[in-house]
Each structure stands twice: as C-alpha cells, then as structure tokens.
C-alpha cells in the first residue's frame, strides 16, 4: 500500500500518556479517508503522523513500503503531501496569489509559473477575484479556500486536512468541503479529520478513533 | 524537489518587504545598536585625542636641566635638537629686568635665548629667529607691540620686534619676558627638552648624563609632576568597556531577533510542514535580515559621526577606523546570527509550531 502505518504509537514525551497507541493503517492513492472521534481522541496527533509532520514514538511510517526516515521526512512532505490546516495557517502579510503559491515554490517551481497555476486554482474555488488582497484581510472562509487552493495547486499525492471547516458556518463548510474533495486533482488522495458528519459522508472511507486506538476502519 | 536559491531569497526579500512596520522596528533598532556603539567609540577616542593633545601642548614630555647657580652649556642643549625622540631643546638665561620709556616704573624680565627654546615654549606658530626681540604676550599688550614694530629700552638700543609668543601653554611667566635670541655658545640657567611622548621617561633619565661632562651637578626635572591621579590614555582607550561591546550588541539584536521569530513560529512552521529544511528557513531569514542590518549600519555610523561631528570635534581617521571596525564587528555578528533566530525558534514539533497562533 502506498502509505501505511505499523504498530505506530506517540506520546509526546516520557512522562505523558499515549496519544494514539498500536495503530496499523493502510491509505490508497487517490483514496478518500475521513478521520473521526471526539475531541483529544487523537486525530490530529494521527494526521501529523501521515503527513510526517510528527516522527512517531513507535513503530514506523511507510511510503511505497520504505519506511520513511527522520532524515528524508523533508523531501517526502515536499513531493508528497499538502495541508489544510483548522485555523486556516498562512502568511498573514502576504496576498491570497503569495500564499496559493507557496507550496509549488517550495517544491521547485519557479516564480512565474507557480503564480500562474495558483492564480488558476483561486479561481476554481472561488477566490480568484481575492489573488491580490493580503491575507490578513481576508474572511476565514476565504483564507480557508485560499489553503485549499494552495494544496491543490500543488497536486499533491495525498492532501491532509485537519478540521478544515471547524470555524466555518454550515454554508460555508460545504462550499470548502466540495472545494478539496471534489476539486481534488485526479489521483490526489484526502485525508480529512472532521467531526462533521455531512464532510464524512462525503468520503470513501471513515475511520474511527477513540482513545488513541483505531476502533472502526483502520485496514484498506 | 526543493526551493530555487533563487526563489529562496525572493521569498525573504517578500517577507521583509510585506511587513514594512517590522523591518522599519528591526532597522531603527539595530541602527540604534550600531550607532551608539560608534558614538561611543568616536566620543571616548576624540575625548582622549583632545586629552592626549591638551596634555602634549600643557609640556607633558618636557623636561627641564639646570644647575644649581646656573652655567648649563647652551651648545650642549641645542645640539639636541635633531636627535631620536627629541622634538626640540633650547636654553635660556635671564639678563636682569628692562623698562620703557613708554611705560615708565613698569619692570620686564628680559632674557637671552637659544633659538631652539622658542619651539619649546611656543607649540602653535614658528618665532623668526633673527636679530630681532621676541616678546611674550602680556608685554606686547602693555607696550602696544606687535611684529615689526621697534621697542626701546630705556638704557640700550631700539630693536625691532621679530614676533611675538604664546607661552601660555609652557611657560606663562615668559608673557612679560623680552627674549633676545642670542647664539649658544656660553652658559644658560635652563635648558628644556621636549620630547616624543615614547621617548619621555628614558630622555627624561639620561638627561642630566648629557650635561655631565661639561656642567657640574646637573638637576632634571619634569615640566608637568605626574602623579596617581594623571590619566593615562593609552590605558584608557586599552580598557574601554565599548571595546569588547561588538559582543553584547549584535547578542542583543540577536535576542531582539529571537523574539520576533517567536511571534512568526507558525509562519516557520508553516514553511516546514511544506518540506522546507531549517538551513533554507535560516537562508531566507538572511535574505530578510541582511539587508536591513547592512542599511542599520549605514544609518547608525553615519549618524554617529554627523553626532560627533556636530556636536564635539571632527573624529581623526584612527578614531573613525576605530569606530567603523567596533559598530562592523558588531553588524557582522548579527548578519551572521540573525538568519538562525526563525530556524532556533522552529526546532521541535512543526505540528505544535502551527499551532501557535
């Protein structure tokens, strides 16, 4: 499987407790996944540990069955994946057309062409006529497109988005929700932590987590 | 598949020029940094420069010879003049006490000099050497005399008048002396010896050795006692605290800079969650920072020295190389550190890095 988890338990020091524990997951290209359970059931600690944001305490994270090292975690979050994250991270000071781009510099792109296929992704979730405006002035639902529009612009092979709609009103969420799951590239996968079930339903496949353990969907 | 340097640097070129309030705070703060460092370089070297020359004119490398009951040898003291460490040595003999007819009962000293005592006793202009009277300042005054003029002595012949000196610095009692220039052959009362200021203190010793062959029981005495409270400059300028203060400058900055890659922990994070490495983070923050260090620097040296300028003395070239090298060292440092403040500040989780808003 492309990406999979193995035995793979975090805390986040010695002395703390478990944040997720024993977790063996497997996620398809293109795949669709929703992440589900209650608030500290251990979601986003499991979303960093896909997207190698957070090196795992135990066991280990392979990618085309390599297991993916401290080391090369940087090149692969780079080729790999896009984030959206809850609270809509960005550079506040930089325009909505900067900040779309940003993922495509950061994989090589030159300047011109990364403006050029982000300004285009702005427009497909609505934002185009917003490129020029920084982002600090931007309302959360139009940052929050803005994130997705750099994550698609960026095609990557899986986009992990945490609670992407979880400060936006019910309108909105499905206005972005129908932005990254059916604006998604062809063969770019979604992993998305929600708690909203509409979002959810939307998905292939909904994983369940309490406590830190997977309770429902964990294989493929 | 990475960042292009290219794209690297215009992308901390980007974020210096988005947040114009920030790089305007980072900029008058470290050309404050680096121009009071170079006011205080220039301030305490022009303090020291103005110090070290009041205290030359003030006859601190001078030294006196005499002998008890006068009879130095005038010749012996001239032919100093010329020597290693010797900026000038002359002698004189006072000849008793003059008047004039144009101010009657009033008594001058008047003494003969060997050429050589003028550029002792008068640091700021040269005295023509010549036939002719030279007087000290408050004799000119009273007598209204100036250069060129005749003065006549009440019992010997008119002179005309080849200068007039400013012994104040040297010598004041010589402001109501008429000094007669007269060749070294004979014998003087004193005989002062002005010296390179690293040639002083061995001088000064083997002076009365000089005279010994010819003049019995020669005494040397300083111009100027020093004592434990005379400054001394060279130590001075060797210890000031302002030396070493390159260090604490650009830490501070360095500090400054910490802070602010604090408040930007969830850009950093941001940069890392998309596969940026922290040494292209820490490349980015130099093409951020550098330039505002480099034009700080500028900003704060030139205006260190317009201060200076304006307010006290011109610095000399030493004292602005000094200045320039102290506030550079200081400037370096902080372009070499400031880069690291956004990658320091992003070590750790990125996952809790983005989570700080």
Known sequence: ?220 | MTWRLAALIEEGLANLRASAFRSMLLLVVCAAAFGGLAYLELRQGTELTDFVRDYREGGAYVAIASVPGGGLSGGRCESLNGEPGIVGAGAWRGTGQATFPTAPGVLFQSADVTPGILRVWDTRQALGIGTGLVIGPAMAEELGLRTGLIATFVSSEPVRVSGVGDFVRRNPQAARWALSPVSPAGEFDECWVEFEPGAYEAGRETLAARFAESSADPAVRPYRRSDEFTRDPASEWASRPQKWGWIAVSGGLFGFGLVAAWFRRAEAGLYLAMGTRRAQLALMGAAESWPVVAAAWCLGFSYAVAAQSLRFTDPTLEILRHAAVTSGSAALLALALFPWGGALVARGSIATLLKDR
Not at chain 1, 170 to 199: F, K, M, N, Y
Not at chain 1, 205 to 217: E, N, P, Q, T, W
Request: charged share 20%; with cysteine.
């Open chain 1, 1 to 220: 499987m492309p990406l999979t988890l193995r035995g793979v338990s975090h805390r986040y020091s010695p002395v703390m407790p478990w944040v997720v524990r024993g977790i063996d997951m497997e996620i398809a290209d293109g795949e669709l996944v929703a992440l589900m359970g209650p608030s500290g059931s251990g979601k986003t600690t499991l979303l960093s540990i896909l997207g190698l944001l957070t090196h795992p305490a135990e066991g280990a994270v392979l990618l085309d069955g390599e297991p993916v090292r401290k080391r090369t975690a940087a090149e692969r979050r780079t080729t790999e994946f896009a984030w959206v994250f809850q609270t809509a991270n960005a550079l506040l000071r930089r325009t909505a057309l900067e900040n779309a781009s940003l993922q495509l510099l950061a994989r090589g792109a030159a300047r011109q062409t990364a403006h050029a296929v982000a300004a285009d992704e702005l427009e497909r979730v609505g934002v185009g006529h917003l490129a020029q405006r920084p982002a600090r002035l931007l309302s959360g639902g139009e940052l929050q497109r803005v994130c997705i529009a750099r994550a698609l612009a960026a095609a990557p092979r899986w986009i992990l988005a945490d609670e992407p709609t979880g400060q936006l009103d019910h309108a909105t969420t499905l206005e972005v929700s129908a932005a990254l799951i059916t604006g998604r590239p062809i063969g770019t996968g979604v992993i998305i932590a929600t708690h909203d079930q509409e979002v959810a339903h939307r998905c292939g496949r909904v994983i369940r987590l309490v406590d830190g353990a997977v309770v429902v969907g964990g294989g493929a």
